[in-house]
Structure formats: C-alpha cells, structure tokens
C-alpha cells in the first residue's frame, strides 16, 4: 500500500469514529458557541467593537476548541490497547500523522463553518465579501493547525499531559495560524482579499513546515 | 566516542567546570567594571541604558541555548544516545532563565525610555512566544513516563519548537507593520568604543556563564540518575552498573 492509501485508511478510520461517537458536534461545536457568548458578554454589545475583534474571536474559539478535537482524535486509541494495534499495523509511522490529521482537518472544518455562522450572526460579521480568500484561509490554516495537533496529541496520552502541558504546548507553536489567519479574514471582511496574498502564503509556508516536519519525526514520538 | 562526546566529556569534568566557573566570574565582574564605570552613561537615556550590557548578553545567552537545544535533539534522534538528550535538557532550563531575564531587564528597560512595560514588537513578542514554547518544552519534560520516551518527545519538540521560530518571527513583524512603524531601534547608530567593549565582554562573559551552568546542570542530573539508580536497584535486584542508568563517568585524570 502507497503511504497516500496507508495515510487514507488510518484517516477513515477516525472520521468513522467521529461518526459513530459524535463528539465534535456533541462537545466541541457546543464549546466553541460557548466561548463566542463569553466573549461577547466579556466586550459587551458595542455593535462596532464586536465587529472590529470578530475575526480575532472567531480564530480564537476555533483554536481552543481544536485543542479539545485533538485531545479526543489520541483518547480514543489510549482506549482498549487501540494505539498497540495501530503501531503494530503493516503501514509507516507517518501515515498514522498524515492520516489522524486528515482526520482532524475534516472536523475542524465541520466546527469552522459552525463558527463562522455563529460569528455571522452573533457579531454581524459580513463574511461573504471575499469568499475565496476567506476559503483559503481557513483551509490553509486548518491543515497546519491539524497537523501541529495530531503531531503532539500524542503526549494527550499521559494524563497529566492532558490538562495543560499540551495546550500550552500547541497554542504558541500555533501563533502564526492565528496571527495569519485572523489577518487574512479581518482583509476578507474589508473587502480587500487581494491583500490577502501574503497572509496566506505564510500559511503554507507553515503547513508545509509542520506537515514536513511531523512526516519526517512523528515515528519518533511512537517508537517504544 | 566522536570528538564532540569526548570534548563535552572533558568540559564537564571537574577540572573543566571550575576553569569554567572561574571564566564565568571574572567574565561578569568585568562587565560590571566596564558596564558600571568604564563606559559614561547614554547621552539620551542616562544610567538606564547601562541595562544593556545585561540586556544584549542574556538575550543572545537564551537564543544560543535553544540553537543548542535543537542541534542536541537532532543528534540524539540520529545516534539515541541519551547524553545528547541529558545536554539539550540542561540547555533548555538555562534558557528558559535567561530568556526570563531578557524579557524582564527589557520591561524595566522600556518603562523609563518608551514610557510602557510592553510594546508589541516583533522581537520582543517572539521571545516572549519562544518562553511558553520552551516553558512547555520543560513542563513535557517533567511527566513522569520513561527515560527513552521523554528524550524522543522532548527531542522532537525541541527540533518543531526551534523550525517555528523564523515562522512565528515573519508573522509577527508583519502583524506589526501593517499598523505602525517598527519600535525605533534603541541601540544608538554609533556607540562610543567603550559602550561597544563592554557590550563584548557581556556576551563573551554570559557564553561562559551559559557554558559553566550547563555543566552544572549535567552533574546535577548525573546524581539525580545515580540516586534514582540506587534506590531502585535493590528491588530490580540488578547491580546499579546497568547502561542506561549508570552515569556516564570521566575517567579521573592527574
């Protein structure tokens, strides 16, 4: 099998997971509507301030409900001895990275557009004046946001990682999806996604990073 | 052994670590010579510019120590020697201190000359972005799991953590650009030549300093590991001499 079908079967495999348990949209869909009503009641209804810091709160929710959607794609494995018959499968250390974080990608895009109607609605966003950048910048910033989370979801394993040592882990190592990212929307919404260019070519320089990154070092992290 | 093990051998002897120590002291006295009476005060900024001679050193000590932290994590993963593991551990934790100290001496600095603890220049919110990063570096570090695998996640976080830098670094620069001018550079264009002297002697003295703690810390460890060693080898009824374990002596000399 090529490490494309390996990375493919490992990545179906969890989406069918996600299908059968529903914990993204019983938990992490519903954390993230909960930090978006936190933050508005934190600002309070200043229509206009609301709309000035909605690409922000928009990246902001999506990252912190990503740490929980990471978290769940290693939980599952630590479960009946699951990660065990995953390394002992016949496939490269890598399509284990490459596909959990297909994986992650898939439901974070599902919790992406969740929050962008939320945002929509509750900040009075007017996010469809320039469709394909907004599109690039959630899709390049979700690849390398899925990869940095699948690579160091491992560590999720260990309990006492669980709790805070891997969010601060992930959370600055993701500082340029955020600064790139909220930048690229805050343009979109300006009508100014040709702007744009910039922002999302430092998005893939990061994806292409991490993605490589993980591919090359991942076996590393499960090697026992 | 390549050279590279056998010189560190060699620095971490004690022999070595005391020339070092001894380095390190008179590095630093130096520069509180030269930083405190040598050089006048800044023209603009008065004594409050004397900050720099701490300020510079202790920035490029942390920058140093994480270079080392990834070309360590990189050996390891290609040689699984645990040395190279024990050598980036030490180089984080006397990072992560200096890089501490850089932020703060540049809070107390900013506060008289820009009239605020904090600006959001991209120097200084990619230090502070590389703290947490190698804050989180040592708290993986601290989980209770075994040897081997802490030294491989650690190794593997500290080659991500040290590639993302230039990353974090571009983006930040030009989140600020795109508001405002860049923070005006505070270090004057010409710096009178005992200004320049005393900032050399700072970072050759803090080179030193980073070097004698890093050795310190190593020994630190190797007791730890000896202790740990000790009181389990009764009950694993196996002779402390077991490799992984045992602490990697020097042979004494002279």
New interface residues.
């Given amino acids: 099998m090529s490490l494309a079908r390996q990375s493919a079967a490992v990545a179906a495999k969890d989406v069918r997971i996600e299908i059968r348990g529903r914990y993204a949209l019983g938990a992490v869909v519903p954390f993230a509507a909960t930090v978006l009503i936190a933050f508005g009641l934190s600002l309070g209804p200043d229509r206009t301030l609301l709309q000035r810091t909605a690409p922000g709160l928009l990246w902001l929710a999506v990252l912190f409900a990503s740490v929980l959607s990471f978290r769940r794609s290693y939980e599952s494995e630590g479960e009946d001895g699951a990660l065990e018959g995953l390394l002992l499968a016949p496939i490269d250390k890598a399509a284990i990275f490459l596909g959990k974080a297909a994986a992650v990608f898939a439901q974070l895009v599902v919790l992406e557009a969740v929050v962008v109607v939320l945002v929509t609605g509750l900040f009075g966003l007017s996010l469809g004046a320039s469709p394909a950048t907004l599109v690039g910048a959630f899709v390049l910033g979700t690849v390398g946001l899925a990869a940095v989370g699948s690579?160091?979801g491992?560590?999720a394993e260990?309990p006492?990682?669980r709790e805070?040592?891997f969010p601060?882990?992930v959370l600055?190592?993701a500082?340029?999806v955020l600064?790139?990212g909220v930048?690229a929307t805050a343009l979109a919404v300006a009508h100014r996604g040709g702007e744009a260019h910039?922002?999302l070519g430092?998005l893939l320089?990061?994806d292409v990073?991490?993605v490589g990154?993980g591919t090359l070092?991942?076996g590393?992290?499960l090697?026992? | 052994m390549s050279t590279a093990e056998r010189l560190m051998a060699k620095m971490t002897a004690r022999r070595g670590e005391r020339a070092l120590g001894a380095a390190a002291l008179m590095g630093l006295t130096a520069t509180a010579v030269f930083g405190l009476l040598v050089t006048p005060p800044d023209a603009d900024e008065g004594n409050v510019f004397r900050l720099i001679y701490v300020h510079v050193p202790s920035a490029w000590l942390a920058y140093l120590s994480f270079l080392v932290v990834f070309v360590c994590s990189v050996v390891y993963?290609v040689t699984k020697r645990i040395r190279w593991d024990r050598l980036a551990a030490a180089s984080a934790e006397v990072g992560v201190i200096f890089i501490l100290l850089t932020l703060v001496v540049g809070s107390i600095w900013a506060k008289p000359t820009w009239g605020t603890w904090w600006t959001w220049d991209p120097r200084l919110t990619t230090t502070a972005?590389l703290f947490?990063?190698y804050?989180?570096?040592l708290?993986?570090r601290r989980?209770?799991?075994g040897p081997?695998?802490r030294a491989?996640?650690s190794?593997?976080?500290g080659?991500?953590?040290f590639?993302?830098v230039p990353?974090?670094h571009?983006?930040?620069a030009?989140?600020r650009s795109?508001h405002q001018a860049p923070a005006i550079l505070h270090v004057a264009p010409r710096m009178a030549a005992s200004m320049a002297a005393a900032l050399i002697v700072g970072v050759v003295a803090f080179t030193f300093l980073y070097a004698y703690l890093v050795v310190l810390r190593l020994r630190v460890g190797r007791l730890e590991e000896r202790l740990v060693a000790e009181a389990l080898s009764p009950r694993l009824e196996v002779t402390p001499a077991h490799p992984a374990a045992l602490p990697e002596e020097v042979p004494a000399r002279g």
């Fill in positions: 690579m160091f491992v560590l260990s006492r990682a805070a040592i601060l882990l600055p190592l500082t340029p600064i790139a930048k910039g922002w430092l320089a990061f990073v991490v990154a070092v991942f590393q992290l090697e026992d | 993963l972005v947490l990063v804050v989180a570096y708290a993986v989980l209770p799991d081997g695998r491989r996640w190794a593997v976080i080659i991500v953590a590639v993302d990353i974090v571009l983006s930040v030009w989140w795109q």
